[in-house]
T-cell receptor
């Protein structure tokens, strides 16, 4: 069965640095890969989506890459701020007709 | 002006009881979902409805029964609650069944004693 691994349970970095989170999957590549942010006691919030035929997507300080050869997506936050501290979830969808499968998340902490 | 709302936010109950969680969205979306997030933070889909019709039904005990009276509401009823049902339950919606961006509610933390 398909597995998604966010290989860091927690990541601590200094404010101003670039945070890089990793999402790896097994088997075949999804049609869509998404990233969500979840704050404690709240529901996930959609951030970015990247399609199978796209290499990179950007939104303000966020950047997502999708490498179907490595079966990996990288999520970058540049010029990180303490307010970026949260859990970030990777999610895959294999077709527009299938369900979304979520990873367990990486808890990111940005220290001042 | 909350987009996806759930009630209650916290639910503490005894084993064997029956309880319901309600969800409403005011986004005009066609599709709604129930997810369960366990203590290890895995978010797993349970059910999905599109225009009041069940389209996703994962391997969930039949003690769990979703009901969609209209496309803005999706409720979850749980019979004979067990300790393992303790988790946070999230409702979500998307514009359509093929929609990728999902909007989540604040969650309902269910604790079964």
């Amino acid at each position: 069965s398909q597995k998604i691994e966010q290989n860091s349970e927690a990541l601590n970095i200094q404010e101003g640095k670039t945070a890089t989170l990793t999402c790896n999957y097994t088997n075949y590549s999804p049609a869509y890969l998404q990233w969500y942010r979840q704050d404690p006691g709240r529901g996930p919030v959609f951030l970015l989506l990247i399609r199978e035929n796209e290499k990179e997507k950007r939104k303000e300080r966020l950047k997502v890459t999708f490498d179907t050869t490595l079966k990996q997506s990288l999520f970058h936050i540049t010029a990180s701020q303490p307010a970026d501290s949260a859990t970030y979830l990777c999610a895959l969808r294999y077709s527009s007709a299938s369900k979304i499968i979520f990873g367990s998340g990486t808890r990111l902490s940005i220290r001042p | 002006d909350t987009a996806v709302s759930q009630t209650p936010k916290y639910l503490v109950t005894q084993m064997g009881n029956d309880k319901s969680i309600k969800c409403e969205q005011n986004l005009g979306h066609d599709t709604m979902y129930w997810y369960k997030q366990d203590s290890k933070k895995f978010l797993k889909i349970m059910f999905s409805y599109n225009n009041k019709e069940l389209i996703i039904n994962e391997t969930v005990p039949n003690r769990f029964s979703p009901k969609s009276p209209d496309k803005a509401h999706l409720n979850l009823h749980i019979n004979s609650l067990e300790l393992g049902d303790s988790a946070v339950y999230f409702c979500a919606s998307s514009r359509e069944a093929r929609g990728n961006e999902q909007f989540f509610g604040p969650g309902t933390r269910l604790t079964v004693l």
